[in-house]
Structure formats: C-alpha cells, structure tokens
C-alpha cells in the first residue's frame, strides 16, 4: 500500500478530475469509498482549510496510506462571501447541487452581470498516517451566470463562468476545465509535496 494515495470523497466525478489532473503521479489514487467499513468525515470546520485537513488526516490513519483531501468553497461577493463553506450544504444539511443551485439563483435574481461576481476556492491537504500535513490554496474568478448551463461538471459547475469565458465550467470539455480550475491549480501547487512522498516509494 505504499504507493497508494487515498482520496478522501465518495464523489466519483472528483476521484476522475483528480486522477485526469494528475496523470504523472508515481501512485495508485483510491477513493476512500473503496476501502470497507469507511465514512466520510463530518465537514464541520470554519474554514474550508480546517475542513480539508480533518478529511485527509481522517482517511490517513483509517486507511494506513497516505491522503489527500480537498474543500471547495464558492464565494459570491454580492451575499459578502457566501456560500464559502457552506457551499455544499447552502439549501440545508441534507441538500442535492440542485438545491444549492436554486437557492442561489433566487438571491441573486434581478442583479446584473456586473453584480455577480464570483470565484471558487479550492483548498487541499496531503496527510500521512502518522500526522505530517502538507496543504495548498487554488483560486478561479469568474461570475455567477442567470440560468444552468452544461451537462459536464458537478456542483455550481453549470452556474460559473470563468473570467474571460461565455461558457460554464460545465460547458467546458475535461481537458479545458482541468487545465484552468480550482482544484487543478490547488493540486498543482501540492505537486512539488506529492512527487517527494511518492518518488522517495518508487523502485
């Protein structure tokens, strides 16, 4: 299990866009989700790096490998911020992205293009089993559209639009979304930690 590295979700569009954006790594990536008995840790820091070291930490010492976790905040600066870290349960605890969707588009209704700015915040963590922990912060701007578009993607994917774009990350294709997000430019910024835990493992 040495050259294992868990990823801390159940979501299996963030362990693809994970592996799709790290093609190179010299290590298996497994969800969390495969490994018996496991549970999502409870989101309930204040800050989304609070949240993503509880998760990584927590998937380290269950599984014995080391792993990786990410959160990931919207913040709309029209509603001072929010959702933030919030952002996955912004209709409620038990809330689908529809729901979340559909809030925000209501107290956004009525406001115009200039007025709905917006970025999504990634932040990761790297965690060992033996409680080392290495984080990094990636941040896409862009703005909140009127109306869904898209069927890639998952989340708000539909609802943003980077800067300088007409489309939604959800109209992207793969490729294109990977190489300007959030989550992309958060583990890129990991990478230098990530190939010296995984290289000093390799033959």
């Given at each position: 299990m040495e050259r294992t590295l868990v990823i801390a979700t159940f979501n299996a569009h963030k362990l693809r866009e994970i592996r799709a954006i790290l093609p190179g790594l010299p290590a298996?990536?497994?969800?969390l989700s495969e490994f018996p008995g496991a549970v999502p840790a409870e989101e309930d820091g204040a800050t989304l790096l609070e949240n993503a070291v509880k998760k990584a930490a927590a998937a380290a010492r269950f599984t014995g490998c080391w792993a990786?976790?990410?959160?990931?905040?919207?913040?709309?600066d029209a509603l001072g911020g929010a959702p933030g870290v919030r952002?996955?349960?912004y209709a409620g605890?038990?809330?689908d992205p529809a729901r979340n969707s559909s809030r925000l588009l209501a107290e956004l209704a009525g406001r115009p293009a200039e007025r709905r700015s917006?970025?999504?915040v990634c932040v990761?963590?790297?965690a060992s089993p033996s409680g080392e922990v290495a984080t990094a912060r990636g941040v896409l701007e862009g703005r909140i559209a009127g109306a869904p578009r898209g069927g890639n993607g998952f989340g708000y994917d539909p609802l943003f639009e980077p800067a300088g774009s007409s489309r939604t990350l959800a109209e992207l294709s793969e490729e294109e979304k990977n190489a300007a997000s959030h989550r992309a430019a958060a583990l890129r910024n990991l990478l230098p930690e990530l190939l010296?835990?995984?290289q000093r493992r390799s033959p």
């Open positions: 298996e990536l497994k969800a990786l976790a990410d959160d990931t905040g919207l913040e709309v952002s996955a349960r605890e038990e809330a917006a970025r999504f990761v963590a790297l010296k835990r995984f």
